[in-house]
């Protein structure tokens, strides 16, 4: 494909002037053992961005060509003490190119690597388009760092969009082979071969008798669910070499939301690990074919394919701001690679990709009347809003609303705004709380506060539950600079304990 390439005074950028800078972000955590301890693995966050070359300004510098410049400050904060565990900048230039055709051809993208310890971080990417004002954007994400054990761990799986062998040590290449990153876990109908990669460590926590392992992999419409096509792919790991570049066939996958399963077991078929990977299509299915009936020829060899007419759905009538919308009220009840599917389909400006993510969504809740779950689901942002507006916020932009979608209607609220030497806050108290783990959380509590008097809505400043803010350091935030620690009589200090 090529781009429009639009030309001006020095500076020039592909397509329309103003095009916002578009970045991607992926991550996945490998491991590599301690050196003091064999046994026990160090967990590596890899972060990989790429930038849409369309989206950048370029200048011509005399005897050299055409070049970008950019810079990328990358954060990653902890989530426990809201501090900065690392922050580095990096300014990176384009090779320069002889004429506009040749950008066309170019890609923008990196990898970096950050050792951490165990623990919940959110990611925070920012670009930067040297040669334009303001032409920048900043991307969010989370990651839960598991803590490390003296068994065998199993990366989740890193969707591809390629891999093929390449020895030379260099950035994209592990265990022998070059690879590209799928960013946004999306396939468009240009490619029609999944890849993915899973790496193991501790390998000697195992018995021989385990070798070789096997990694079997299917698709399905449901985390977890019934394969489709009945096709599994079967690698075999050898315990010299420990990892698995894998490859599915998708060409007759179509339009629609999909899960990557995993399951890797022994020699003797002993379940070992299993992961479920969100991933979404956008290939429409062939036309149906018009069967002339012949005399004599009951069977037509044709398959029936359905064909989904986005027009005839509820999802038709949405303009595209009203579908990023719904987006966001998706996203408290998203999790993973799906979570981040839709954080990156707000970026698109692509109303049928957003149209697909949506109505199949729904369609998983209700296969037969998917627009009966949409309508379920509008109740239940209508009931948000009227407790959560603030202002121009609709409440399930709120903190207190993403919970509440998240979680359901708490079993108790206290309510504090007037405690002495305190911050306005709220406890919500939940029985039963239901985890996204499966788990199930007994006296589940979630401590909201007003950063100021004049903050116009409470925050979430810690709670009790996996995978939310757990911030030890709470009360240096709740209680006021002039209690000096004297708040033991707090009704915060009865439900959080020290």
Do not use: H
């Given at each position: 494909?090529?781009?429009?390439?639009?030309?001006?005074?020095?500076?020039?950028?592909?397509?329309?002037v103003g095009n916002a800078l578009e970045a991607h972000l992926s991550k996945a955590i490998f491991y590599v053992n301690y050196p003091s301890n064999p046994k026990l693995a160090q967990p590596i966050l890899y972060v990989y961005w790429n930038i849409n070359p369309q989206t950048v300004h370029y200048v011509t510098v005399p005897q050299q060509g055409i070049m970008a410049k950019l810079q990328l400050i990358g954060q990653i904060l902890s989530k426990e003490t809201h501090k900065v565990v690392r922050c580095d900048t990096y300014t990176f230039q384009t090779p320069p190119k002889a004429n506009p055709n040749e950008l066309a051809l170019m890609t923008i993208m990196s990898e970096h690597h950050y050792p951490l310890q165990p623990g919940n971080y959110t990611l925070q990417f920012t670009f930067i388009d040297n040669n334009a004002l303001n032409n920048e954007v900043t991307l969010t994400d989370s990651v839960l760092i598991p803590q490390p054990e003296s068994a065998l761990i199993a990366s989740e799986p890193l969707l591809l969009d390629t891999f093929y062998r390449y020895e030379e040590h260099t950035k994209f290449q592990k265990n022998g082979c070059r690879y590209m990153p799928n960013y946004g876990n999306f396939y468009d109908k240009d490619?029609?071969?999944?890849?993915?990669?899973?790496?193991?460590?501790?390998?000697?926590?195992?018995?021989?008798?385990?070798?070789?392992?096997?990694?079997?992999?299917?698709?399905?419409?449901?985390?977890?669910?019934?394969g489709i096509d009945n096709k599994i792919v079967i690698d075999t790991i050898y315990e010299a070499n420990?990892?698995?570049?894998?490859?599915?066939?998708?060409?007759?996958?179509?339009?629609?939301?999909?899960?990557?399963?995993?399951?890797?077991k022994t020699a003797n078929f002993k379940p070992l690990a299993n992961f479920s990977t969100f991933f979404q299509r956008l290939k429409s299915a062939p036309p149906i074919p018009k069967i002339t009936p012949q005399t004599g020829s009951a069977d037509t060899g044709i398959e029936q394919v359905n064909v989904l007419n986005l027009d005839k759905t509820f999802v038709a009538k949405f303009d595209l701001p009203k579908l990023k919308a719904i987006l966001k009220m998706l996203m408290p009840l998203l999790e993973g690679n799906e979570a981040q599917a839709a954080k990156t389909l707000l970026k698109n400006t692509d109303r049928q990709y957003i149209q697909y993510f949506i109505y199949n969504y729904?369609?998983?809740?209700?296969?037969?009347?998917?627009?009966?779950?949409?309508k379920e689901f509008t109740a239940k942002i209508i009931h948000v809003n009227k407790l959560f507006n603030i202002g121009a916020t609709p409440g399930y932009e709120t903190e207190r609303g993403y919970i509440y979608l998240k979680y359901g209607e708490p079993d108790e609220i206290i309510r504090l705004p007037n405690e002495r030497g305190?911050?306005?806050?709220?406890?919500?108290?939940?029985?039963?709380?239901?985890?996204?783990?499966?788990?199930?959380?007994?006296?589940?509590?979630?401590?909201?506060?007003?950063?100021s008097a004049t903050d116009p809505d409470y925050k979430i400043l810690h709670t009790n539950i996996t995978a939310e803010l757990h911030n030890l350091g709470w009360r240096n935030y709740l209680y006021l600079p002039q209690m000096n620690g004297e708040n033991d009589a707090s009704t915060a200090e009865r439900y959080f304990p020290r």
């Open positions: 494909m090529k781009f429009v390439v639009t030309f001006f005074i020095g500076i020039f950028a592909f397509g329309m490619i029609n071969f999944l890849g993915y990669y899973i790496e193991l460590g501790n390998t000697n926590t195992l018995q021989k008798s385990d070798f070789p392992l096997y990694c079997e992999a299917e698709l399905s419409k449901r985390k977890n669910g019934v420990p990892y698995v570049w894998g490859k599915m066939d998708i060409s007759r996958v179509y339009s629609g939301n999909y899960y990557l399963n995993i399951t890797l729904f369609q998983r809740l209700n296969e037969k009347k998917p627009e009966t779950a949409w305190s911050q306005p806050y709220e406890i919500w108290q939940y029985n039963v709380l239901n985890e996204r783990s499966g788990k199930q959380l007994s006296n589940g509590l979630v401590l909201f506060y007003k950063p």
